[in-house]
Every structure is written in structure tokens, then in C-alpha cells.
């Protein structure tokens, strides 16, 4: 026998507790890793170096006020643009579904490839695109979850304009942040909608990183004092404010998160407490048969550790696996893309887990140090 | 020459205090138990026997007295080097046995020898000699719940042997165990006095039980009420 076959006998003692246990700190914890993955899908947007040099143009007012297509040669000429290209949403539901599951975007196609680098698109798809009014291209996860093959149509009835439009898939992209977009051609929505002159927004591509700040200023200052002040933004800042106009939703996930974590150092401790109060008269005879304090709380503390350990291998595994090898934008019907389980997410999972392996450990320790071995020995099994 | 003898109490006092009153376990006491000797200590309940028997473990302290152990004064010791101290010196046998449920009869043995740093074959060694000198190698892998209370306490005794301690402390050993189990694990305490050499201290009601011993002392009130030290 060793030591650590002793501890791993001990913990094992009440086989069915030692597996509630384990399981309660796994689901917590894959609670937790959820809830941080979809904390972070939410909030932090693909970080990619064309991303970063995405600039967002929006009326200061609000996303919901429109822009007049004549800032188009202005911001065109402030110097730092490196190209610009309207971007209006469309907001159309796919033939009877009632609410929109894929956004549309009008933008100008000849701009997709400079201010959207990242998406990879075929070039003869590309050259369709361009010519055709009528056509679209569909993000890789639209295609495969409507089954679309190059050349269907689109019917689309809009919840904004008072315009259906009918699109021509005629080819696919992928590569970028979020591949599950149609873009089509702005001009075809202009014609339909009866030439108003106005886009949604403006998306701008610096020349470089250190131009950006720059380049935000000067949109911002171009149409200070006109009949549409804009407010130009990283795209960054930009998807950000989107998340917080659903409310301060990181205060909420974080509280959740604070609360499944005290609950599970709750449970953890006074599981812990139980299983070593049930051993008192024991580690009173291994005091006697000359174990030291510092020994027993090294005992406690492995068992404890140990439990809350193979909990967070179970669960913070069981997260990664899942959600790297699950489709997560099925499973989630479109909310998610992806859900990544990062190393530092990971990481948080595993302090949390070490941390409560200690802090459980704790009280029984103390409460073992503090018991001499006649008392000890006079407490009932 | 005459020995000096292994365990010397002199004017041992020890005083609990239950809420706000004190009761005295212990008053004065002093006693010299020689080396071999098979000393029982008897006495009715609360008279202060297994007091007296714990501080002379080194698990409990004095209020007030000396109480040396083979030359070692055990009232002084540190917590920690007391407990160094036990593991090498003394031997203990419980009423209750108290074997380690999820240990096998061999593991529970072994015990006290993690703490020693001996060698996975030395302890193998010394733990087959323990049990074979209680009769029970055929019972090594059989656990606490396969095996009868009086086989129970003879793995006990052969936990408190393996370490080699020239102590053997034992508190109503035969408390829980039928007569004929009771005689058996006697036995093995007055051979252990007679032809190993220990030194044994045993607490019990039982006048048969004290029978098996060199020598009975009396407690009453914490006093001792038959003899001087020697």
C-alpha cells in the first residue's frame, strides 16, 4: 500500500457519494465553460487583422436611422480610406418562416473582396455576382443548412422594406467571422424600394491598423453639424454595442457564473465536511499510530482535490469535446456559429476546481487539526 | 543491578474542566512500571484508568506531573515529535478495534509503517511477521467486515506489534469479544510480556482479565489505592 492508494481508497469509500460528488462539480462546471464560451461567442468578435481595420458607420441617432447615400464620395475621399461600401440590412424572412434566421445585407459587391478579405469566395462565383442585379452569394452555413445549390432562388419577403425581393444564388462564401449571410447587390434593393437615396450603414476599411483611430475621427468630424451626424466606429466597438442593447449581459452571465460557483463550494464543503466528520474516530487512530496534523490535512486535502479535479476533467472535457466536435450551429438553430472552449476558458474551469479542492479541504482540516486523539476516539462511528 | 523501570509517573495530576466544573481524573498519582511487565489497571468507571493510560501513550497531556517513558519525558515532547514519538515507541489496542474499514487486515498492518520509510519489502516482511505472530496470515486480504471481532482485534495487535514498540497500550481490549476470543487475545498480550519483552498496560473491569498480568493496580477517585510507585 502507499499513501496515495490509501487516499484514493478512502475517497472511494462511499462509492455512490464520491460520484455525486464528482458529478455535481462536473455539471457545475460544464455549466460554468458554457456559460463563459457563450459569454465570449457574444461578446468578443473575431479578431482578425482586416477585422481590426473595419471601421462601422451609423447614424449618431440610432442603427435604426437611415443614411443618405451621398456620404458615400465623402467618406470615399477622407484620407486613411482605403474603400467603403453601404451596408444595409435587409431583414427578410425566407418563404413562410416568420421571423428572419439569416440576415441579408445590400452592399456594393465590387467592395466585398477589399473590405471583407477574409471571405473566400470563387473567383467565377465572384464575376457572376458581379454581373447579375438579381444575384446574391450565401454564406457556407445557409447554404448547407437550407441545402442551397448555386443557381436556386431566394424569395424573400422583408420585415422593414416595403419591397420582396427574389434572389439568384450564384455563389458561396466562407472564411469570415460569421458565414451565414447573403449579400447582394444594393443597387437591386434601391430599384425595388423606388431609389430612396438612403443606406443603413457604411462600412469602411482603413489603410492600416495605426490609421484607424484616425480615420474614425475624421468620418465623425465630416458630417459633424449635418442633417445626418454618424457615428463611425471600430467594428469591434461596434458589435459591442449591439450586445449591449440586449442589457448589460456580461454582469448577468458573470452573476450566474459567481452563483454556480458558490453553490458549488457550498455543496463541495459540506459534502467534504460530511465524509470526514464520518471519519473523525479514524483519523483520531492514525493521530495515535503517530500521523502528524500537517499529514492528515494532506490526506483531506488530496482527497478533496482529487474529487474536484476528476469533476473538472470529467466536465471541462466533456464542454471541449462537445462543443468542438458538435455541430454547435445546429444545435443551437443558428445563435452560435461556433463555440469555442479557449485555453483560458479551460484554464478559468480548472482554477475554479483547484480552488474549491482547497477551500472544501479547509474547514475539515481544522476541524481534524483541532481535535485532540482522546476526543477524537470518544466520537461515535 | 536493577533495571531502571521503562515507564515513571510521579505526582500526576490531570484536570478537566466540563463547562464550569472541574473533575479531577487524576490526583497525584505516581507509579513505576518495569520493563516485561504485564501491568493491568483497574478500577471503576471514571476512576481515572484510561486517563492515566493515555498520557502514558503520549495521546493526552498532564495538568500537573512527570510522566518519562523509557528515559523520554512525553509531557514535553511537541505535538509533533509526540507523535514521532508514539509511532516508534508505543503500540496501541483499542476496545473497539478500530481498524480502517477500506483496508484489508495486511493494509491496515501496514499503517503505521508508511510513516517509517522503509522499503516496500521490509514492510512486507514485518507485516507477514506481525500476523503470523497473532495467527491471521491466512487473513490478510480479507477486510475488517469479513473477518470476527476477536480476529478483528488480533489484527490490531499486530498493527500495534509491526512497528516494533517496546510499549503496548491497551484499553479494554476485551470489551467486545466473547469469552473465547477474549482468552486468545490475552493470550497473545501476556506472550508478547513474557517472550517478546514488550512492556504491556492494560485497562480493564475484568478481574479475569486482569489475572493475565504481572501486576494489578487499583484506581479510584484518580488515586491509586493499592501501593507506591513500585
Not at chain 1, 460528488?21 to 479578431?47: D, H, I, Q
Not at chain 1, 467565377?124 to 454564406?139: F, H, M, N, P, T
Not at chain 1, 442593447?245 to 463541495?268: A, E, H, R, Y
Amino acid at each position: 500500500m502507499t499513501i496515495g492508494s490509501f487516499i484514493l481508497k478512502n475517497a472511494l469509500r462511499n462509492k455512490r457519494r464520491a460520484l455525486l460528488s464528482v458529478l455535481s462539480v462536473a455539471v457545475s462546471l460544464f455549466l460554468l465553460v458554457t456559460l463563459l464560451v457563450a459569454l465570449r461567442e457574444m461578446t468578443v468578435p473575431a479578431e482578425d487583422v482586416r477585422a481590426a481595420q473595419r471601421i462601422a458607420v451609423r447614424h449618431r441617432v440610432s442603427l435604426a436611422n437611415l443614411l443618405p447615400a451621398r456620404q458615400l464620395s465623402v467618406i470615399q475621399r477622407i484620407p486613411g480610406v482605403a474603400g467603403v461600401t453601404p451596408f444595409t440590412y435587409y431583414g427578410g424572412k425566407y418563404k413562410n418562416e416568420e421571423i428572419p434566421s439569416f440576415a441579408q445585407f445590400a452592399m456594393d459587391p465590387l467592395q466585398m473582396t477589399n473590405i471583407f478579405g477574409e471571405a473566400k469566395v470563387a473567383s467565377e462565383q465572384l464575376a457572376a455576382w458581379y454581373k447579375d442585379r438579381r444575384s446574391c452569394i450565401v454564406g457556407k452555413l445557409t447554404m448547407e443548412r437550407y441545402k442551397f445549390k448555386l443557381g436556386d432562388t431566394l424569395p424573400m419577403t422583408s420585415m422593414l422594406w416595403p419591397c420582396d425581393l427574389e434572389f439568384k444564388i450564384v455563389g458561396v462564401y466562407e472564411g469570415t467571422p460569421d458565414d451565414r449571410n447573403v449579400m447582394f447587390h444594393h443597387k437591386y434593393l434601391d430599384e425595388a424600394s423606388g431609389n430612396t437615396g438612403m443606406v443603413g450603414t457604411w462600412w469602411v476599411r482603413a489603410n492600416s491598423l495605426e490609421e484607424v483611430p484616425l480615420v474614425v475621427e475624421r468620418i465623425n468630424k465630416a458630417f459633424a453639424n449635418t442633417s445626418a451626424e454618424v457615428l463611425a466606429e471600430t467594428e469591434r466597438a461596434f458589435v459591442m454595442s449591439f450586445v449591449s442593447m440586449w442589457g448589460n449581459i456580461k454582469v448577468f452571465i458573470g452573476t450566474i457564473c459567481s452563483v454556480v460557483v458558490f453553490t458549488l463550494v457550498l455543496v463541495s464543503a459540506s459534502t467534504m465536511s460530511m465524509a470526514i466528520r464520518e471519519r473523525f474516530r479514524e483519523l483520531a487512530v492514525l493521530k495515535a499510530l503517530g500521523f502528524q496534523r500537517r499529514e492528515l490535512f494532506a490526506f483531506i486535502l488530496a482527497e478533496s482535490f482529487g474529487l474536484a479535479m476528476t469533476g473538472a476533467i470529467i466536465g471541462v472535457g466533456g464542454a471541449w469535446a462537445l462543443y468542438t466536435h458538435a455541430n454547435i450551429n445546429q444545435l443551437t438553430n443558428g445563435f452560435f456559429i461556433v463555440a469555442e472552449v479557449t485555453p483560458r476558458i479551460m484554464g478559468m474551469a480548472f482554477i475554479v476546481a483547484a480552488g474549491l479542492g482547497i477551500i472544501s479541504s479547509l474547514l475539515p482540516s481544522l476541524a481534524v487539526a483541532r481535535t485532540t486523539v482522546v476526543e477524537g476516539l470518544r466520537t461515535l462511528d | 543491578m536493577a533495571q531502571p523501570p521503562v515507564v515513571q509517573i510521579r505526582k500526576l495530576t490531570k484536570i478537566y474542566r466540563q463547562g464550569e466544573i472541574n473533575v479531577t481524573a487524576l490526583n497525584d498519582v505516581s507509579l513505576d512500571i518495569a520493563a516485561s511487565e504485564y501491568l493491568t489497571l483497574m478500577g471503576p468507571s471514571g476512576s481515572g484508568k484510561s486517563t492515566l493510560l493515555h498520557i502514558i501513550a503520549g495521546i493526552d497531556r498532564p495538568t500537573r506531573g512527570q510522566c518519562q517513558v523509557q528515559g523520554v519525558d512525553v509531557t514535553a515532547l511537541s505535538e509533533s515529535a509526540l507523535a514521532d514519538w508514539r509511532n516508534r515507541n508505543v503500540g496501541f489496542v483499542f476496545q473497539t478495534f478500530n481498524l480502517i474499514p477500506v483496508l484489508t487486515a495486511y493494509e491496515n498492518v501496514e499503517l503505521p509503517l508508511l510513516l517509517t520509510g522503509l522499503s516496500g519489502r521490509l514492510r512486507r516482511k514485518q507485516v507477514q511477521s506481525a500476523l503470523e505472530m497473532v495467527g491471521l496470515a491466512d487473513r490478510a486480504k480479507h477486510l475488517p467486515r469479513q473477518l470476527s471481532g476477536g480476529q478483528e482485534q488480533r489484527v490490531a495487535i499486530a498493527r500495534a506489534l509491526v512497528t516494533d514498540p517496546n510499549l503496548i497500550v491497551a484499553d479494554e481490549p476485551t470489551g467486545n469479544l466473547d469469552s473465547q476470543s477474549a482468552q486468545d487475545v490475552l493470550g497473545i498480550l501476556q506472550s508478547l510480556s513474557k517472550s517478546a519483552a514488550k512492556t504491556v498496560i492494560m485497562v480493564t473491569h475484568d478481574p479475569k482479565a486482569a489475572a493475565f498480568g504481572s501486576r494489578t493496580v487499583h484506581l479510584e477517585k484518580g488515586e491509586l489505592t493499592n501501593g507506591s510507585p513500585a
